[in-house]
Every structure is written in C-alpha cells, then in structure tokens.
C-alpha cells in the first residue's frame, strides 16, 4: 500500500515558505484539539517509563499532561518552532519538561541521553513528508515494554483542504502555492502505519476516527473552518502570498467557498474531521529486522 504521494521529496518543509506557527492561534479551539491527544495517550500500555518524548509537542500544554500523568518519568518535548517551544516554557516555569528545538527529520531518540520508553507524536507527522521512513528507526530505538503513539489528521481530501487546493489552482501565484499545500498528502492510509509497525514486530492497535466538530459560529465574524485551518494548514498559503490586498483577496475567495461548503447553522457549523491513530508496543526482546514484508515506501526518500 503506498502513501497518499508520489511525491514526497520536499523534505522538512523548509523548502516551501511557510508562515511561522503562531502558538496563539493554534490554541483557539484547544478543546478539539486536545481531545484526540488524550484518546491516543490513554492506549499507551507502558507503565512506568523513564523517559517520554513528545515529537512535535507544539506550545506544550499537552506535553505537560504526560509528565502529571508520569510524575517520575523525565519528560521531553521536541518541537522544529521556536514560537511554540517559546510559549511551552513559558507553560512551564518550574522546568518540569525539557524543552529541545529540532526537525523531526535529524532528532533521533538516542539524544535524549537514555533510553525513551514512550515517543508520542500528535498531529506533527503530517508536516513531516518522510516520516514512513522515520518511524521504522525510532520504533527500533525503543526498548522492550516501550511504546510509539501517533496521531495524523487525514483530512486531505476534506473540502476544507480541497477547497484551498482550489482556491490556488487559479490564482495567479498557483505554481508557489501548490508545493506547500500538496505536502499533507504525506499522510499515509492507517492499513500502511499498521503495516509497518507490525512488520516491526510490534503489537499494535490502530484507529480511526472521524470527528463531527461543531464550531461556534458569531454573525458577521470570520467562517470558522478558516479560523481552524489559519493555525495549521493554512501557513503554507499565508507563508507565500504579501500581508496586503493579495492574501486578503485569497482568504476572501476561499471563505466563499466555505460558506457554501460548511453552512453556518442556528447552533454553529459541523466541521467532520477525520484523524489516524496507531499505538505500537514493542513487546519481548527488540526484534532488530522486521519480520515480513513491508509496505512499500520506495518512492519515500530517506
Ligand atoms: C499541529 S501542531 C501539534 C502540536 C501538539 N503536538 C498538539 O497536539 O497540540 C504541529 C507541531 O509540529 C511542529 N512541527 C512541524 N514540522 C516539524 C518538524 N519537521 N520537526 C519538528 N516539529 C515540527 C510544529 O512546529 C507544531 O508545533
């Protein structure tokens, strides 16, 4: 089974001008988004872990949880953005968690000077094009009763994200926008995590899971889809076109669309959002090789 991509090679992200994360837009909708955090945590079998790594953890509140959750567990989030990793330690004065700015694509579990019994990476992976060739080494990495616990949304072909697609189909800076926007298409179908975890020999246990979200919706103020995908998907289109008539001409284009696509309603605007989980436990002694065929990530570079 192949990834939703032929074309994975954009690497980090780096290549396409995104706009930076803005810890406080992220956190508008917090409830939503924490929601499918805590459902992936709470599938996590490993007891009592003594190190925690959070990949991706983003302006740490949730990060946070994991250490209220393993008082004695020393507690590691890693983040590429220093805008996030700046509002996670201003989340956490006492310095509870340890806070490392790196790509997910150089950070390995071996800089975290002892073994990580539990890598947890909610909604990051997406933004990370490679990561069908990463996970295999950071699930090898775990020590036996470790655990690997992620969450993607895979929403790709929702029309929150199709109608963006579109909306740069035709504008006239189309060919500087399509780069950024195609890169969630990394998101692969939840039988390829599966696949690849239990070819590792792990145990796992995959879901997925669609959320109805119902989003307040105020008279006269802004479509709450674009609210929503300002703070993620979005960036890749905000990182491109001026802070002038050019983006306010785009955003007005794609709300349009949206309007009709998701109609406001007297008790707000249903926004279904479907997300993959995959929670892998490494049980026994570490297997080394993977045990049958895996799928096929060869069009994936490393
Ligand atoms: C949607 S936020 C999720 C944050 C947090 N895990 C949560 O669930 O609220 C995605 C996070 O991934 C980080 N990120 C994106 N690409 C990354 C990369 N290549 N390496 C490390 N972190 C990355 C972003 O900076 C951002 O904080």
Same mark, same amino acid.
């Given at each position: 089974?192949?990834? =939703?991509?032929?074309?994975?090679?954009?690497?980090?992200?780096?290549?396409?001008?995104?706009?930076?994360? *803005?810890?406080?837009?992220? @956190?508008?909708?917090? *409830?939503?988004?924490?929601?499918?955090?805590?459902?992936?945590?709470?599938?996590?079998?490993?007891?009592?872990?003594?190190?925690?790594?959070?990949?991706?953890?983003?302006?740490?509140?949730?990060?946070?949880?994991?250490?209220?959750?393993?008082?004695?567990?020393?507690?590691?989030?890693?983040?590429?953005?220093?805008?996030?990793?700046?509002?996670?330690?201003?989340?956490?004065?006492? +310095?509870?968690? =340890?806070?490392?700015?790196?790509?997910?694509?150089?950070?390995?579990?071996?800089?975290?000077? +002892?073994?990580?019994?539990?890598?947890?990476?909610?909604?990051?992976?997406?933004?990370?094009?490679?990561?069908?060739? !990463?996970?295999?080494?950071?699930?090898?990495?775990?020590?036996? +009763?470790?655990?690997?616990?992620? =969450?993607?949304?895979?929403?790709?072909?929702?029309?929150?994200?199709?109608?963006?697609? *579109?909306?740069?189909?035709?504008?006239?800076?189309?060919?500087?926008?399509?780069?950024?926007? /195609?890169?969630?298409? @990394?998101?692969?179908?939840?039988?390829?995590?599966?696949? !690849?975890?239990?070819?590792?020999?792990? /145990?796992?246990?995959?879901? =997925?899971?669609?959320?109805?979200?119902?989003?307040?919706?105020?008279?006269?103020?802004?479509?709450?889809?674009?609210?929503?995908?300002?703070?993620? +998907?979005? &960036?890749?289109?905000?990182?491109?076109?001026?802070? *002038?008539?050019?983006? /306010?001409?785009?955003?007005?284009?794609?709300? &349009?669309?949206?309007?009709?696509?998701?109609? &406001?309603?007297?008790?707000?605007?249903?926004?279904?959002?479907?997300?993959?989980?995959?929670?892998?436990?490494?049980?026994?002694?570490?297997?080394?090789?993977?045990?049958?065929?895996?799928?096929?990530?060869?069009?994936?570079?490393?």
């Amino acid at each position: 089974m192949k990834p =939703q991509t032929d074309d994975l090679s954009r690497g980090t992200g780096a290549a396409t001008p995104d706009a930076a994360w *803005d810890p406080m837009q992220y @956190s508008h909708f917090a *409830d939503h988004r924490s929601r499918p955090f805590h459902e992936l945590v709470a599938r996590i079998p490993t007891l009592s872990p003594r190190r925690i790594v959070d990949l991706g953890c983003g302006p740490g509140e949730l990060t946070l949880t994991l250490a209220a959750r393993w008082p004695d567990a020393v507690v590691i989030g890693v983040d590429s953005s220093p805008e996030m990793l700046a509002k996670a330690r201003e989340l956490d004065p006492d +310095g509870r968690v =340890q806070w490392v700015e790196a790509l997910a694509e150089e950070w390995e579990p071996a800089a975290a000077d +002892g073994p990580v019994d539990v890598l947890v990476t909610n909604a990051t992976l997406q933004w990370v094009p490679t990561h069908l060739r !990463l996970i295999p080494a950071w699930f090898e990495e775990l020590p036996a +009763g470790g655990t690997f616990a992620m =969450q993607v949304p895979a929403n790709f072909d929702a029309p929150s994200h199709r109608l963006m697609r *579109d909306v740069a189909a035709r504008h006239p800076r189309a060919a500087e926008l399509a780069p950024g926007l /195609d890169r969630a298409r @990394s998101v692969a179908l939840l039988e390829t995590y599966a696949a !690849l975890l239990l070819d590792l020999g792990a /145990d796992v246990d995959a879901w =997925q899971t669609t959320y109805l979200q119902v989003l307040a919706s105020e008279e006269g103020a802004e479509h709450p889809v674009l609210e929503w995908v300002r703070g993620t +998907g979005l &960036r890749p289109v905000l990182g491109v076109l001026r802070e *002038d008539e050019e983006r /306010d001409a785009f955003l007005a284009d794609y709300e &349009r669309e949206l309007e009709a696509a998701y109609p &406001r309603r007297p008790f707000g605007v249903l926004f279904p959002f479907t997300r993959l989980f995959a929670v892998a436990h490494k049980t026994g002694e570490p297997t080394g090789t993977p045990r049958g065929n895996s799928p096929d990530t060869s069009e994936i570079p490393s």
